[in-house]
């Protein structure tokens, strides 16, 4: 059935002429994904390869943003990436210390949080050929991602997720966000990263919870997109369980790949349209979370 406004009589061009200049382009984004360990090993030249694989070969200036949890469970990871940015001094230059910042939703709650970040990067006179690092679970990834979209209309982000759910599922996307008004992120962009490094040796410092939280996520994604991989989750959920390995790199990358295909193939990688099939879910789930507060 028609709505009243598109049964109204058109508008006679000779009373109310327009004169239009139709304006169309077109973006190509190109973000790449690695699977590694020990990233910050002083050896491994990955991350420095990395932001430097657009041959700019000058020394890149870098801000990097660390999750609590990830400090606390790993309290000599702030002083590794100063060495490690020491090591690589002919094209990484680090501005000041990491920052550590809160993990969880309490990041994303509201802009509280968000400001304080966007004033380090303004202290550290970042501009937009500048980086900044985000390492931690998908909260952090998404509050930190969303103030260096929002700084000089955006900043280049290289996210590091620490979590199985961030690793195989929210740090992967193009989406960032805070939640705002009772909803869950209400407040957001979409800015693709410039890449996405994902160091398995991270996800042994996870509570089970954790653990267990980002493979359910590949479960629901494996019934939805992929029987092959819902039925090696099944066949292997004793190794997962276990945490052993071989077992949850597999399911990362496999995951983690299925959402990439998804954004890059479906053809409408910003939901100009609806949200995509691997949200599903969502729309209860978030109501359920701002509900309980987040609990």
């Known amino acids: 059935m028609q709505s009243e406004s598109c049964m109204i009589k058109k508008r006679p ?18 973000y790449p994904i690695y699977f590694t360990k020990d990233l910050f090993h002083l050896h491994n030249d990955l991350l420095a390869d990395v932001i430097d694989r657009l041959n700019e070969h000058r020394r890149h200036r870098l801000k990097v943003f660390l999750d609590s949890g990830v400090a606390e469970a790993t309290p000599e990871l702030a002083q590794r990436i100063g060495q490690y940015t020491q090591m690589w001094s002919g094209c990484l230059k680090m501005e000041g210390p990491v920052e550590i910042v809160p993990g969880g939703e309490k990041i994303k709650s509201g802009w509280d949080l968000v400001k304080p970040i966007m004033t380090k990067m303004a202290e ?14 998908g909260c952090v990834l998404d509050a930190v991602g969303l103030a260096a979209s929002l700084v000089h209309r955006g900043l280049r982000l290289v996210r590091i997720p620490t979590t199985v759910l961030a690793q195989d599922d929210a740090g992967v996307g193009v989406k960032n966000g805070v939640n705002e ?12 990263p ?18 267990l939280g980002g493979i359910a996520e590949a479960f629901k994604v494996a019934i939805i997109k992929d029987r092959e991989f819902f039925d090696y989750l099944h066949g292997h959920a004793a190794e997962l369980t276990k945490r052993e390995n071989a077992a949850i790199e597999t399911t990362v990358r496999r995951c983690a ?26 729309w209860s789930a978030h109501r359920l979370e701002s509900l309980s507060g987040y609990e």
């Open 181 to 192: 008004h009772g909803m869950k992120n209400f407040a957001g962009t979409f800015a693709p």
């Open 13 to 30: 061009p000779e009373v109310f002429p327009a004169d239009c200049y139709q304006q169309s382009f077109t973006v190509s984004y190109d």
């Open 124 to 137: 550290s006179h970042l501009c937009r050929q500048s980086f900044v690092l985000a390492i931690g679970g």
């Open 257 to 282: 790949i299925l959402h990439l295909d998804h954004i890059g193939a479906s053809g409408d990688p910003f939901e100009f349209g609806t949200a995509r099939p691997l949200d599903f879910g969502h």
């Open 194 to 211: 410039f890449a996405i490094l994902i160091d398995y040796q991270f996800l042994q410092t996870l509570s089970p919870k954790h653990w």
